[in-house]
């Protein structure tokens, strides 16, 4: 009996003295695990991709050990609101979202997304991006698809045509539907349309997320627009880059907001995102009437050869000016004009003084649908107000999207948010302005981005949960991506991992692509 005593003593103090292994060890860092809760000290131990163990891990050992040196240790970032399916085939590294704290990208939004999703995913799957991609299919390119551009409502055989392809893009892995509704042909479709749409996507468990059909002077509409669809379709909704434009609507970002507070209070699982910015960015054509485009671009241009139809455009667009209470177009800045590079990071005031024209709004938008008809731009528009930006981040159900793709370094003057919308809210909004709590901002970023798009194994540090982690100093982060010098990478991030590949290394991407397709609920095999 003593003699098995002393075995089972010795055996005790044997397997006391054993050590785990794993393959990545992180160390030492201030662990904020995405809940909201506050961080504590502890490791993360990761093992074929997956997190396996998080607290104090005195007995583990790996051949790759990450001092994290009190840095804070988080779940990779979400992002909830990108247009990364045709730029990741150029740049399938995606250094401006890596760099930036991003490890999954939610993209096909504003109603626009590759048609055939299965050939999508599969070829992400091929490509090895160095990030996860989920997508949401887009309306407007489904429209497109059954209606081309024509500006009418759809025959109930174009409804069903249109609600059959939403379904087969829910079983290839849609998280869900997304609209444009300022967009083409979005912007030419009816409330019901889109509910029959989005029931389609509900079917399969999906999620409605919407570029609503107006920001700036009718968003009380436009969002309550939103709503209803979420109610008539019984379908989670997310609003998408939630802001109020134009100077005549600043400060009314109380009364848009509480559209969604009241919704959630009568039990509606509506959500929004946000980029931090007071400026926007999309095409020089919506600042023409949506009935300038119907029918595509011959169309177009034969309106803006009619005289008569040439003035009743620049008649409408000179009235929506006024409405936003702006003087001229200076707010309105080109990001990319491939008819003239020269122009990009100019104003269209500026543009309109370099082709000898007066500088008054009249010339502007004769200057606005000339640069249209050549093929249009991609623009920056200077029109929120820095109050309303705060006010709507505080809110608790509002996630991060940078509603970027993945832009060429170097080419044209794409909006900074490309580059640095996670460490501009680090940064400046948490650590500098106090105007959320770092806990709170993380979860924001990770676990509720991650519940929404139903990523079931993602968006917080647990056992069991991808290995998608996030190592950065909080006291240093930043962003320099700037309007003027849009081209920087944020700083501050030393470690990334995508599915527990280390794809930042002290502060540089190692080239690893370890990213993969995420599906939605529906998705068959």
Same mark, same amino acid.
């Given at each position: 009996?003593?003699?098995?005593?002393?075995?089972?003593?010795?055996?005790?103090?044997?397997?006391?003295?054993?050590?785990?292994?794993?393959?990545?060890?992180?160390?030492?860092?201030?662990?904020?695990?995405?809940?909201?809760?506050?961080?504590?000290?502890? +490791?993360?131990?990761?093992?074929?991709?997956?997190?396996?163990?998080?607290?104090?891990?005195?007995?583990?050992?790996?051949?790759?050990?990450? +001092?994290?040196?009190?840095?804070?240790?988080?779940?990779?970032?979400?992002?909830?609101?990108?247009?990364?399916?045709?730029?990741?085939?150029?740049?399938?590294?995606?250094?401006?979202?890596?760099? +930036?704290?991003?490890?999954?990208?939610?993209?096909?939004?504003? &109603?626009?997304?590759?048609?055939?999703?299965?050939?999508?995913?599969?070829?992400?799957?091929?490509?090895?991006?160095?990030?996860?991609?989920?997508?949401?299919?887009?309306?407007?390119?489904? =429209?497109?698809?059954?209606?081309?551009?024509?500006?009418?409502?759809?025959?109930?055989?174009?409804?069903?045509?249109?609600?059959?392809?939403?379904?087969?893009?829910?079983?290839?892995?849609?998280?869900?539907?997304?609209?444009?509704?300022?967009?083409?042909?979005?912007?030419? %479709?009816?409330?019901?349309?889109?509910?029959?749409?989005?029931?389609?996507?509900?079917?399969?468990?999906?999620?409605? %997320?919407?570029?609503? =059909?107006?920001?700036?002077?009718?968003?009380?509409?436009?969002?309550?627009?939103?709503?209803?669809?979420?109610?008539?379709?019984?379908?989670?909704?997310?609003?998408?880059?939630?802001?109020?434009?134009?100077?005549?609507?600043?400060?009314?970002?109380?009364?848009?907001?509480?559209?969604?507070?009241?919704?959630?209070?009568?039990?509606?699982?509506?959500?929004?995102?946000?980029?931090?910015?007071?400026?926007?960015?999309?095409?020089?054509?919506?600042?023409?009437?949506?009935?300038?485009?119907?029918?595509?671009?011959?169309?177009?241009?034969? =309106?803006?050869?009619?005289?008569?139809?040439? %003035?009743?455009?620049?008649?409408?667009?000179?009235?929506?000016?006024?409405?936003?209470?702006?003087?001229?177009?200076?707010?309105?800045?080109?990001?990319?004009?491939?008819?003239?590079?020269?122009?990009?990071?100019?104003?269209?005031?500026?543009?309109?003084?370099?082709?000898?024209?007066?500088?008054?709004?009249?010339?502007?938008?004769?200057?606005?649908?000339?640069?249209?008809?050549?093929?249009?731009?991609?623009?920056?528009?200077?029109?929120?107000?820095? +109050?309303?930006?705060?006010?709507?981040?505080?809110?608790?159900?509002?996630?991060?999207?940078?509603?970027?793709?993945?832009?060429?370094?170097?080419?044209?003057?794409?909006?900074?948010?490309?580059?640095?919308?996670?460490?501009?809210?680090?940064?400046?909004?948490?650590?500098?302005?106090?105007?959320?709590?770092?806990?709170?901002?993380?979860?924001?970023?990770?676990?509720?981005?991650?519940?929404?798009?139903?990523?079931?194994? =993602?968006?917080?540090?647990?056992?069991?949960?991808?290995?998608?982690?996030?190592?950065?100093?909080?006291?240093?982060?930043?962003?320099?991506?700037?309007?003027?010098?849009?081209?920087?990478?944020?700083?501050?991030?030393?470690?990334?991992?995508?599915?527990?590949?280390?794809?930042?290394?002290?502060?540089?991407?190692?080239?690893?692509?370890? &990213?993969?397709?995420?599906?939605?609920?529906?998705?068959?095999?």
């Amino acid at each position: 009996m003593r003699k098995l005593f002393t075995v089972f003593i010795l055996f005790a103090c044997l397997t006391g003295n054993a050590q785990t292994a794993c393959d990545i060890l992180i160390k030492n860092g201030r662990i904020i695990d995405g809940t909201g809760n506050s961080w504590f000290y502890g +490791d993360v131990a990761v093992t074929a991709g997956k997190i396996t163990a998080v607290g104090k891990l005195t007995d583990y050992t790996a051949p790759k050990i990450i +001092d994290a040196n009190k840095m804070i240790v988080a779940p990779g970032f979400i992002d909830v609101h990108g247009h990364v399916e045709r730029d990741i085939f150029e740049w399938p590294t995606a250094d401006n979202y890596i760099y +930036d704290g991003v490890t999954t990208v939610i993209t096909g939004n504003c &109603g626009g997304s590759a048609l055939n999703l299965k050939n999508f995913f599969r070829r992400i799957d091929s490509l090895h991006p160095s990030i996860n991609i989920a997508s949401l299919v887009g309306h407007n390119t489904v =429209r497109e698809k059954v209606m081309h551009r024509d500006n009418r409502l759809a025959t109930t055989t174009e409804q069903q045509q249109m609600e059959s392809l939403v379904e087969e893009a829910m079983k290839d892995g849609a998280v869900g539907l997304s609209t444009g509704l300022i967009y083409i042909p979005g912007t030419f %479709a009816n409330t019901e349309e889109v509910v029959g749409l989005a029931k389609a996507a509900a079917r399969y468990n999906g999620v409605y %997320a919407s570029h609503i =059909r107006n920001e700036e002077s009718k968003a009380v509409d436009a969002i309550n627009e939103a709503i209803n669809i979420g109610k008539a379709a019984n379908i989670p909704v997310e609003i998408s880059h939630f802001k109020i434009g134009g100077k005549a609507n600043w400060g009314t970002s109380n009364i848009t907001l509480g559209l969604v507070q009241q919704a959630r209070l009568e039990g509606w699982d509506v959500t929004i995102d946000q980029y931090p910015y007071t400026a926007s960015s999309t095409n020089l054509g919506v600042r023409l009437p949506d009935w300038a485009f119907a029918g595509g671009n011959d169309s177009l241009k034969m =309106r803006l050869h009619d005289a008569a139809l040439r %003035a009743k455009i620049k008649q409408q667009m000179l009235a929506q000016l006024r409405k936003y209470k702006f003087k001229n177009y200076s707010y309105c800045v080109v990001a990319s004009y491939g008819a003239d590079s020269s122009y990009n990071g100019k104003s269209i005031t500026e543009i309109n003084k370099l082709m000898g024209r007066k500088s008054k709004a009249p010339f502007e938008a004769e200057t606005i649908m000339d640069m249209v008809e050549k093929g249009g731009a991609q623009m920056v528009y200077h029109s929120m107000n820095e +109050d309303d930006v705060k006010y709507i981040m505080r809110y608790p159900f509002c996630m991060t999207g940078a509603d970027a793709g993945v832009p060429v370094p170097g080419k044209g003057m794409p909006h900074p948010r490309g580059y640095g919308t996670n460490a501009r809210v680090l940064g400046k909004y948490v650590r500098e302005e106090k105007v959320i709590t770092l806990e709170e901002v993380i979860r924001r970023m990770t676990s509720l981005a991650a519940q929404k798009f139903q990523l079931k194994d =993602r968006g917080l540090l647990k056992e069991g949960m991808a290995a998608d982690i996030v190592v950065f100093d909080d006291k240093t982060v930043s962003d320099h991506a700037t309007f003027e010098q849009p081209h920087q990478y944020s700083t501050g991030f030393y470690y990334v991992l995508v599915n527990g590949q280390v794809v930042v290394d002290k502060e540089k991407h190692t080239g690893v692509r370890s &990213g993969v397709a995420l599906f939605g609920p529906a998705y068959r095999k």
